[in-house]
């Protein structure tokens, strides 16, 4: 128990230097875009004095490390700024845009899950037989399809040749629950697909390992169905690899969001960061990148704090 | 076995796109950029094998010069990780130390960034070009590239034969180049090899956000993202390059698969 806090709290600790580390780089990221952002933003036929006083907004004509503490200052109240295209604030504009993608990432995440671990043993328990090949090679494919690919040719299928599903556009759940489930049936499967591939493949690979060891044969010898040494003896320990793996798998979704988001036209964050960087709105995209930076340092530090609950070895190290 | 066959699967999968993509450098049949407005959507077969485009250019010929796009820019991406990373790695692994330290706060806030996060960011600054592609992606992949160097050397550090070497009047360089780096080339060739495949998506996707190489290059990506828009009067634009990008990571998948079962041997059958 005393090992198990010591770890927590160390996992805690080590979080620190990485998010100020990160808070600083997506500071002098946007900082080291050529040109005067006050220029950038307001175009080349800007007054002398609307440029002064978007300067003086953006703190720009302080120094550059005092330029970054206010600015910290700021995002550690919860002030990101406003957005230079429409003028709503930024914090607000991520929260809104973050719900879409989280629901369709979660629900997403979860299926795999659900989907890849009983493959996964199922694979591993029949190794190298039929079974066993047909989910590899299944496996293996989807792991190749690229998310944005896979997305357009299930518009193309069930989108337009057979016209069940509606092809752009989403609306929220709060307004029409149906209507929203309609939308988004086509983002979650293509994600649920993609990541069950490489999902799968972990957990065979793992259970395989698991399987081999003495303390599953003896499990066997001491005469347990063959149901209840898979259930009990092997799922725990096979999945602890996998379950690392989950994080790794949020955080390439994060970033990877983007995509989907504009094969099916859905206004979530990867999209929000897209159209950003295409009007140069500064604010957004540093709230864009500190906001997803931060939720895939916490996703992995709960990975990380879940994972005595797999593997209780991991507190002593 | 399977690990022989796994991988000469994937080479040869390589090998055609890698062919695909040299034939490209010095002929294609026909202009991959000339457009030709009487030819517009053309449906595959005829003198336009795979079909034309919404400006009538035609498909394959510019599938072939995508490759080599592709191609250029994961070879160049994985390259500069790689050394970087291996750079890094031996000194971070070797020396260890506040060098050890400040490089490994600096690679874990660089990897808080999920991978095409930060080349998206970078791109910011650098502009959607070819060059700022490379060095953006070559950035956000180094650190994984340093952190199994690092892991590799470390382990490697305590055992005999690096004391051996020490011991028979060897310099630190020449103990690192002659006995830490050979052992190092089996997980970095691994993981160069999975990187490959995932400068090939990320780049592919950073051109299909209309991110990446500019138009009118063609890339795989880029082509994705315009057959978007007409792909209910041409579906053929959609299919083909998500083929072509599909082929190469299922490629790329089963050489490392391949790959690894050679250099470990324990997990053969995994």
Redesign the interface.
Known sequence: MKSLIAYIFRRLLWTL???L??AI??FF??R??PGDPAQLILGDQASVEDLAALRARLGLDHSIPAQFLTWLGDVLQGDLGYSITNGQPVAQLLLDRFQVSAVIVLTAVTLAILIAVPLGMLAAWK??RATDLTVVVLA??L????S??LG??F??TFG?TLGWLPVVGFVPFSTDFGAALAYVVMPVATLTLVEMGVLTRMM??SA??VLRLEYVTHARAKGLSERRVLLRHVLPNAFAPTWTMIGLVL??????I??LE??FTIPGLGRL??ES??QRDYPV?QGC?LF??VI??IVNLIVDLCYPLFDPRVTAR | MKGRLNFLIGAALLLVILVMALTATVWTPFDPLALDLRARFLPPGGAHLLGTDEFGRDVLSRLMSGATQSLTVAAFTVGFATLFGTLLGLFSGYVGGTLDRILMVISDAVLAFPGTLLALALLVVMGPNVYGIVLALGIAYTPSMLRIVRGTVMSLREREFIEASHVIGNSEWATMLRHVLPNCIAPITVLATSMFGWVILAESGLSFLGLGVPPPQPTWGNMLSTARDHIDRAVWLGIFPGLCISATLLGVILLGDGLRDRFDPRTENT
């Open positions: 230097p990485t998010l580390l990160v780089m997506v990221l946007v080291l875009v190794q190298n293996t494919l792991m190749s399809v690229p944005f690919w357009l040719m518009l193309l337009l065979r690979a395989i390992e955080g390439g979704l994060l970033g990877g983007a995509v504009t094969v960061m897209v960087i295409f995209i990148l997803t930076a895939y340092v």
